[in-house]
């Protein structure tokens, strides 16, 4: 006993002596960024232009030729990246080798690729909610002077405000491109509603009423609406957006504070919660799976999903339900506060990573999938890519593509979007959220207790 | 001369194994015993020497608490199930008999299968909407409506016990078939020629002779449980609520959910030193059992 004790001391004793010799790093961030709301000043280059900015995003052979490089993209994307490693090994010569992860796992992969000092990764695409913690883990390489030496091809303006910022600067400064669009819209089963002489709801009185008419009068065979509630932050967090915005709350205040306890945002769960006692079984086990298994086979009459569902939905080989749907932006919020809004649930960058060990090529892929016309040609095939360009949405083989439906639904959506916030602490602080949003879906903690839960939470993180 | 070289051989010899024993296990330890003392993030290691602050947020992290007592509920149930299950199973297939290798060889298809394969069949099983189970609970009138295992909040952690159970019964069959297979055929010769029952024979010959080896058993699988983390990760991501959260989940949720690669690595150490007094107290358990049957 004495000899373990010994032991175990030594341990302690090198281990204390270990942490107290490294150097200490620099502070973390005192408050989050702004999370619904755009920056008003567009990014201001670090350094003044040395060349005349590139006319041209045609792919440098010469620095690619021969080459590998890594893209670290997510599963459901695993489509859309394949096409781009096609088109781009076509053009460049070089060999692009694809890292697919799940959805959930892209930022930590990213993180762990640089800080381990593994530096598999050349490419990067993030989840713009970690861009934050990938600046402050260096894990992105600036692209102020890329913005600069590529603004005559790059059209930096023809991308949607709503991304632009959001998915791409910290502070002053630009880390990545924006990539994929993601909004939420509702989608609605037509043949469902018309059974019951119900329309597509505009509030979100409205939809419950729907939910509930259909889950009642369908007795099991079928559900009014699905409800992602599965406790994924992306997942659950993006569903409450959907209500919080409408309902006029939102995660913080202009001053950086939370207010996660609001009316508005205590409503909103209220209302969530509400609406999954009728949503498909059961809401929070119900993640983007489960919610296209039921809306695929017909059994659901709502769901709030994607902009890319419409061509996924027409998929003969995918689904049931082919050219039978309809879609209508996300129910507006009561009383004087409430509005249409779009959370900006998922949406990705793409990004240089600084562990890159082929970073010339790696900028050439960068600039390729920036290219407005690389982006036309992801937007119009299925792989789970939406537009981040003015242009692509008004490109009739864009519209043709997704059906005119679609377009004027997203065209509507960009009016109102709210955003996640990207701070580095977000991934801190949407931990508690996710917990107590689940647990108030549960019914183990009720709306209000477990919002005052994560507003304490918070507080304390923030402090 | 000689007498050096024989005394210092043997040593020489485990030389290179204690070496790579000490990188590989006794670094690593040390490693996060340090950055359990820091402020670390997974991009900040050693961030500001904070000595126990970490420590003293884990005693009061609820949900950390309530982690612990689902992780030790979830290995003492599914434990001490599989233990009989697989102890059941071998002594019933220990005898050589028509098609037994077939059947031992099906029943450990389960411990031969990628824990995240299993998880995706147990996720189709208990599919509300499409899965076997509901199919037939509401086929046969056993329910009204598909029943969400994993989402509801007092059936998704037997829903993981299930899978589990499913999973690692194999594990303890194998070692129990040994167990069994190892006994001693003279004590069984001498009880048939005095007549001895079946029922007897198990009882006063087999269970006193297996029951070591078998406590070994549950005490392994039983520190293997405590470590449980695919299955939660791949069913319920801990959910709903915090219902299924078990602590190595929770750990890595801290660590590489939130970056908070300090508090996580004083998470784990103080889950380490549990599993020491656990493994400690059933080692001791398991000598006084041991006693008692002797």
Redesign the interface.
């Known amino acids: 006993m004495k000899k373990l004790t010994l032991v175990l001391s030594v341990f302690v004793v090198l281990a204390m002596l270990l942490a107290a010799c490294q150097p200490a790093a620099t502070p973390a961030p005192e408050k989050p960024a702004e999370p619904t709301k755009a920056p008003e000043k567009p990014a201001e280059p670090t350094k003044a232009p040395e060349k005349p900015p590139e006319v041209s995003a045609a792919v440098n052979k010469e620095v690619c030729s021969g080459k590998t490089i890594k893209f670290l993209t997510i599963q459901p994307h695993n489509v859309a990246a394949q096409n781009l490693q096609t088109w781009f090994q076509e053009v460049s010569g070089a060999t692009v080798e694809l890292i697919v992860v799940p959805y959930d796992n892209v930022i930590e992969k990213a993180v762990l690729d640089v800080t381990s000092g593994a530096n598999e990764v050349d490419v990067v695409e993030y989840w713009y909610p970690g861009l934050g913690t990938l600046v402050e883990s260096n894990v992105l390489e600036n692209l102020d002077q890329w913005y600069v030496d590529n603004a005559g091809w790059l059209k930096a303006d023809d991308f949607f405000p709503t991304y632009f910022d959001t998915f791409t600067k910290i502070g002053n400064s630009r880390y990545g491109i924006p990539y994929d669009g993601d909004m939420h819209i509702l989608w609605y089963y037509k043949p469902l509603l018309e059974k019951y002489n119900l329309k597509p709801p505009a509030t979100w009185d409205e939809y419950l009423n729907v939910c509930k008419t259909i889950t009642e009068g369908e007795k099991g065979a079928a559900y009014g609406c699905a409800i992602m509630g599965a406790k994924i932050p992306l997942i659950l967090i993006g569903t409450y957006l959907n209500r919080l915005g409408s309902y006029g709350g939102s995660f913080f205040d202009a001053n950086g504070k939370p207010v996660i306890n609001s009316p508005e945002a205590v409503a909103a769960l209220e209302g969530l919660v509400e609406q999954s006692k009728y949503a498909l079984p059961t809401a929070s086990a119900v993640a983007f799976d489960e919610a296209l298994g039921g809306w695929f086979t017909g059994k659901v009459g709502m769901v709030e999903f994607w902009t890319d569902l419409g061509s996924m939905t027409d998929d003969p080989t995918a689904s049931k339900i082919v050219g039978q749907w309809g879609v209508v932006p996300l129910p507006k919020g009561p009383g004087d506060k409430g509005k249409v809004v779009a959370s900006v649930n998922a949406g990705f960058g793409v990004g240089v990573s600084t562990g890159s060990k082929n970073k010339a090529c790696a900028f050439e892929f960068l600039k390729f999938t920036a290219d407005p016309e690389t982006a036309k040609r992801y937007n119009t095939v299925v792989g789970g890519i939406d537009p981040v360009r003015k242009s692509t949405l008004e490109d009739p083989k864009y519209i043709e593509f997704v059906g005119k439906e679609v377009a004027d639904a997203i065209r509507e959506a960009h009016k109102n979007a709210v955003a996640w916030p990207t701070s580095a602490l977000w991934f801190k602080l949407q931990e508690p959220l996710n917990d107590n949003l689940s647990l108030a879906l549960t019914g183990q903690k009720t709306p209000k207790q477990a919002l005052d839960d994560t507003q304490k939470a918070w507080e304390d993180l923030l402090k | 001369m000689n007498a050096t070289i024989e005394k210092y051989t043997p040593k020489l010899m485990v030389l290179p194994t204690f070496v790579i024993l000490l990188i590989i296990s ?1 670094v690593p ?3 996060v ?6 402020d670390s ?9 904070i000595w126990f602050e970490n420590y003293k947020k884990a005693l009061t992290d609820e ?1 950390f608490g309530d982690s612990l007592v689902n992780t030790l509920i979830f290995a003492f149930v599914v434990t001490t199930i599989q233990t009989f299950l697989g102890f059941v199973l071998a002594f019933a297939m220990q005898r050589e008999r028509k098609l037994s290798g077939v059947l031992r060889t099906l029943a450990l298809l389960p411990l031969f299968t990628p824990p995240v394969a299993i998880a995706m069949i147990w996720r189709l099983i208990y ?4 899965g076997m189970l509901n199919y037939y609970l ?1 086929k046969w009138g056993l329910t ?5 295992f ?4 007092t059936l ?1 952690f037997p829903s993981i016990m299930l899978a589990d159970i499913w999973q690692w019964t194999p594990f303890c069959f194998l070692l129990c078939l040994a167990a069994l297979q190892s006994l001693p055929r003279d004590p069984y010769e001498a009880a048939m020629v005095d007549g001895a029952s079946a029922w007897y024979v198990f009882k006063r010959l087999t269970l006193p002779m297996v029951a070591p080896q078998v406590i070994v058993i549950f005490l392994f699988r039983f520190l293997i449980a405590l470590k449980v983390f695919d299955l939660i990760y791949m069913l ?8 299924t959260q078990v602590a190595s989940f929770y750990i890595y ?1 801290v660590s ?5 690669t300090g508090y996580g690595g004083a998470l784990s150490i103080l889950v380490l030193i549990l599993i020491s007094v656990l493994a400690t107290l059933l080692t001791k358990g398991r000598e006084l059992l041991l006693k008692r049957v002797e």
């Open positions: 006794l330890l040390i490693y015993l340090g950055i359990s003392f820091t993030t997974i991009s900040k290691p050693f961030n500001d020497f949900v599919d509300p909407n499409q509401v009204n409506a598909p029943i969400a994993l989402g509801d909040k998704a319920t991501f801990g959910g709903p609520g915090n219902t949720r590489f959910k939130q970056f908070q």
